[in-house]
């Protein structure tokens, strides 16, 4: 049953996608020749006229487009992950040309040069000044192209903020050279790599190579991830990596977690209000993109509020509340609690009552507004 579940939920997804789906036929003149792009705009992207989108670029985007677009759709659906534009580079005539590099230097040469700049000096160019971007892009590769989007770390600027490299098949230099690159960086990098028990042996020997070096790198700018998936091939590696890779760089983007509200909130020697304020800094830092803070963490607060007896606290998220969102009784509500735990009920009760006229939101009514209200006046005899 639960296979049958997941197999329709990747069917809805999929045939939601090709409905979305723009084909292109970009003419490059450093290649001299044409790609076929694929390019998957967020949902209610022409609506959303002030809203900015990372880029994801998708190498192999011949077969790696649809499960990268799929899950990239579904995960900022549920809001794990900012909605992003994909875009991926058919490269099934032109693979080889696409990825090669020299024997001597193992950088790109030739063909390999040139799509290298295409990539860097006319795609990304046309895409951003063609759609509303945010300055956060993604590379995905598998195989050779999962090698070949490593080159873009060694640009004095790297092209990319984030890579996603699906069992490489790495040049020889890459071993010693990547990591000693990484370790140079002094802006923020997200690096994740993936490999499998079935994967083709010298490829799963490779990543596993590069993942004890690159864990043992102490930069704190680093941001990486690694699976050893049990049982995938090379083939169907991606299918299970793609997921996790998401998951691995978003993490800070994600919602509020149970796991995160035990083990990080629960247990803060500071102020939580101040922890949620650093979570939405970090966001707008890495990514590039101002988010609103969701009722869902808002509420997460509040409960470690209410556990730890830290009421003061409700007075700072009450003002947050205000400002995010200023239409809803949330703010009045955590302010109400803040008067009445604090020994100011008239307070409390005044502000409780002002908020009938907001919207209800996140499980806060007015009806218990109004409650509230009435029970401090019966109790204190206003």
């Known amino acids: 049953m639960k296979t049958k579940l997941t197999t329709f939920i990747f069917l809805l997804c999929f045939s939601f996608l090709n409905a979305q789906t723009i084909y292109e036929e970009f003419q490059s003149a450093k290649l001299g020749d044409s ?50 534009i994909v875009v991926g580079i058919n490269q099934v005539n032109s693979r080889d040309e696409d990825n090669h590099y020299s024997d001597q230097t193992y950088f790109p040469v030739e063909s390999g040069a040139k799509f290298f700049e295409f990539v860097g000096m006319e795609l990304i160019p046309y895409i ?56 140079e960086f002094e802006r923020k990098i997200f690096y994740y790599l993936a490999t499998a028990t079935n994967d083709i042996k ?37 299918a299970h990596a793609i ?26 020697e500071t102020s939580p209000v101040e922890y949620l304020n ?53 703010g009045h509500y955590y302010l109400g609690r803040f008067y009445e735990e604090t020994g100011e009920p008239k307070k409390a009760m005044r502000t409780y009552r002002s908020a009938y006229v907001l919207e209800e939101v996140g499980g806060y009514t007015k009806d218990d507004m109004l409650e509230r209200a009435d029970a401090i006046k019966r109790d204190f005899g206003f």
């Open 35 to 84: 790609r076929q792009l694929k390019i998957q705009l967020p949902r209610n992207y022409e609506e959303n006229t002030e809203k900015l989108y990372p880029i994801f670029i998708v190498f192999d985007g011949d077969y790696l487009f649809e499960p990268v677009a799929g899950n990239v759709d579904y995960y900022s659906y549920w809001e794990d992950m900012p909605e992003a």
């Open 128 to 183: 951003e000044d063609k759609y509303r971007t945010a300055n956060f892009r993604v590379a995905v590769g598998h195989g050779e192209t999962a090698n070949f989007i490593n080159y873009f770390l060694f640009k004095k600027e790297p092209l990319f903020n984030a890579y996603i490299t699906l069992s490489p098949d790495l040049a020889m230099s890459m071993l010693e050279s990547l990591p000693t690159r990484i370790n």
């Open 202 to 238: 010298p490829l799963r020997e490779d990543a596993n190579v590069l993942n004890a070096r690159l864990s043992a790198l102490e930069n704190k700018n680093i941001f990486f991830g690694f699976n050893e998936f049990d049982g995938p091939t090379h083939y169907s590696l991606p």
């Open 243 to 268: 997921p996790n890779a998401l998951e691995s760089i978003f993490f800070v983007f994600q919602p509020i977690s149970k796991k995160e509200y035990n083990e990080r909130i629960l247990t803060l």
């Open 278 to 330: 650093e979570k939405y800094s970090m966001i707008k830092e890495l990514f590039n993109i101002e988010k609103q803070v969701l009722i869902n963490d808002f509420r997460a607060i509040a409960a470690a509020i209410e556990k730890n007896k830290i009421f003061e606290e409700y007075e700072a998220l009450g003002k947050l509340a205000r400002k995010e969102h200023p239409d809803t009784l949330l």
